[in-house]
């Protein structure tokens, strides 16, 4: 007979899933993991398109919470691979011996509280239920795709893709190829297909602020000391803002003269990726001023690396400043826009009106295409948890309940959802996100551990905490330039790339090692602001 009753169901098998699957079995907790995808790796089973990668370096992208996988694992690349990534995760799931309490291909239609039992049910695709008294989403952040809301869709007759649902075999050799959306994704797309496209027309509304790095391999003495030092660098990456092993400037762009800036720039410029934005000065996140400086140093990098003086002022992003939006790493974007073969539309000057059915048109002009790709996005954050109705006490379906705002006590619970708990949902921080990922999921084994002994019938968070983190997420993000520029730039933390959602920051901008004491002052209280199931039975019975 198949088992239907557990202590504790996990939605997804990514690195969320493995984590609160590997903590919730240490504490003793009958626990499976369930997936709708055909494999492991959530985000990065979904996101399987040409160029996906980390931009995070390997050394703090992966759990330091098992010395067996941190000895055993051979990390290859500086910015390892989607590829890469998706190996290491059936690796840890392999060697911590997750799989026999993994199930793939069961996708949940609807979760519902049962308040007298004290216990979820969740529909299953194709008639099956499941039951567990602690239900726990780890759906991520980049999962639920968002496509243009352009018209024509259904009538183009050549191969239309969607960058997170990227098809088998899909050959783009000599193709006109057309590609919509200039994130992280079409960014990372753009410069590995250019070399194999006919002709690639590159439609850009907003350009981004891309900080140009190289993926060097990583050598076996880099790996040994990583090995040696994994504590280290994971603590490390725990108390810095964006969870990632780097030390925090201690200077404004604004003490230091221009020669001296400029020299800081360029030394982290060369050192790639994320070291520009975290390294160089402490305020081109918080300082309009200093954010504005290092957006100018961007533009004169992209003057030099971009030959069309015309098409390297399309690049240069004009109406928002550095850190406005979410900063992408790239791997040689700008110098895929000196082939003969790429070509850059401008957009914004001239919207998209239609797609056709040869392609799509710009105004006036009709560009005929082999193949479009979308790499439009993701409804962040919230969207894995909207998709389906998940439906707690009275009814309440949290769709609804969030229908005018976020509401959540440190983005983990919702008052109303007793025993439903999130691994990175809404208001988490704005992070490099294995840290969180993992540190939430010892947390929340923590927590549960407590309710368990104690006798805690619930974890529920409080109408007052959802409160106080909805003006903390509110108060931490409007201290930021993000406030300003991104809403210039129409950044997706604020939701801004799906129509009729509330607007409003999706993550916490206050610093991941802020949260994290946040997290730890919780727990010392004994999760007093997580315990609102007991104020509901009191209630209840007088």
Known sequence: ???????????????????????????????????????????????????????????????????????????????????????????VADRLDLRKDIQLGKWVEKAVYDETANRWTLSIKGG?????????????????????????????????VHAARWPEGLDLTGKRVGLIGLGASGIQITPTIAPECGELFVFQRTPNFIVETNNDPVTPEQLQHVREHYDEIF???????????????????????????????????????????NECFNDLATNH?????????????????VKDP????????????FNGKRVPTGFKYYDTFNRENVHLIDTKTTPITEFTEKGIRVGDTEYELDVIIAATGFDAMTGTLTNFDIVGRDGVILRDKWSTGIRSNLGISMNGFPNLLLSLGPQTPYSNLPVPIQLGAQWMARAIAFAE???????????????????????????????TEGQKAKAWFFGENVPGKPREFQVYMGGGQVY???????????????RAAEQHQLAESA
Not at 310 to 321: D, F, H, K, Q, V
Not at 458 to 464: D, G, I, P, R, S
Not at 516 to 530: I, L, P, T, V
Request: hydrophobic share 35%.
């Open 310 to 321: 015309a098409t390297a002022e399309l690049l240069s992003p004009r109406g928002y400043s």
């Open 235 to 277: 603590e490390r990456a725990a108390n810095h803002p964006f969870g990632v092993d780097m030390v925090p400037a201690q200077h404004s762009a604004l003490e230091v003269g221009p020669e001296e800036r400029d020299r800081i720039f360029e030394s982290k410029w060369n050192e790639g990726g994320f070291h520009f934005a």
């Open 289 to 305: 001023e200093s954010s504005e400086l290092a957006s100018e140093f961007i533009r004169k990098k992209i003057r030099e690396i």
């Open 516 to 530: 994290q004491q946040y997290c730890r002052d919780a727990e010392a209280d004994q999760y007093r602001s997580f």
């Open 1 to 91: 007979m198949t088992k239907k009753d557990y202590d504790a169901i996990v939605i997804g098998a990514g690195f969320s899933g493995l984590a609160v699957l590997h903590h919730l079995r240490e504490i003793g907790l009958d626990t499976i993991a369930i997936d709708g995808a055909d494999g492991i790796g959530g985000t990065w089973w979904i996101n399987r398109y040409p160029g996906v990668r980390t931009d995070s370096e390997f050394s703090y992208y992966s759990f330091s919470f098992s010395k067996e996988v941190r000895e055993e694992w051979v990390w290859t690349e500086r910015y390892p691979s989607g590829q890469e990534v998706l190996n290491y995760l059936n690796f």
């Open 453 to 483: 002994k104690n006798g805690v019938p619930a974890l529920e968070a409080t109408v007052e905490s959802e409160e106080w983190w909805a003006a903390e997420t509110d108060r931490a993000g409007k201290a930021t330039v993000m406030y």
């Open 128 to 160: 099956e239920t499941l039951t567990a008294k602690y239900l726990i989403s780890g759906m991520g952040v980049l999962s639920q795709p968002i496509w243009p809301s352009i018209p024509g869709r259904e009538t183009f007759q050549g191969a239309m």
